[in-house]
Nanobody, 118 residues
Framework: QVQLVESGGGLVQPGGSLRLSCAAS????????MGWYRQAPGKQRERVAG???????NYADAVKGRFTISRDNAKNTVYLQMNSLEPEDTAVYYC????????????WGQGTQVTVSS
């Protein structure tokens, strides 16, 4: 059974930092492209950052220079370091895993809430 379990969300003041983690099980993690998405109330889910199985990285324009995605294949975990957080970053953050060879095999975590507020 495939599981993606996010953690690290919470309440933080503007300008603060959080580090999200997504631990995967039930998949050959090194063969999966991993991504972080977010969904704010009343808005569509949007892609925040991605890291391929080969280590290529990309970011949404809104988070470039503030967020850093990384992965540890030995721990089956992907991370999202979020710095200089803004109220506009408030959302539920989701982890996504997509099989490199066949993207039809894709999975989502349950999400973790990030709230940026003073």
């Amino acid at each position: 059974q495939v599981q993606l379990v996010e953690s690290g969300g919470g309440l933080v003041q503007p300008g603060g930092s959080l580090r999200l983690s997504c631990a995967a099980s039930g998949i050959l993690f090194s063969m999966y492209d991993m991504g972080w998405y977010r969904q704010a109330p009343g808005k569509q889910r949007e892609r925040v950052a991605g890291i391929t199985s080969g280590g290529m990285i990309n970011y949404a324009d809104a988070v470039k220079g503030r967020f850093t995605i990384s992965r540890d294949n030995a721990k089956n975990t992907v991370y999202l370091q979020m710095n200089s957080l803004e109220p506009e970053d408030t959302a539920v953050y989701y982890c996504n895993a997509r099989f490199r060879v066949n993207p039809a095999y894709a999975y989502w975590g349950q999400g973790t809430q990030v709230t940026v507020s003073s």
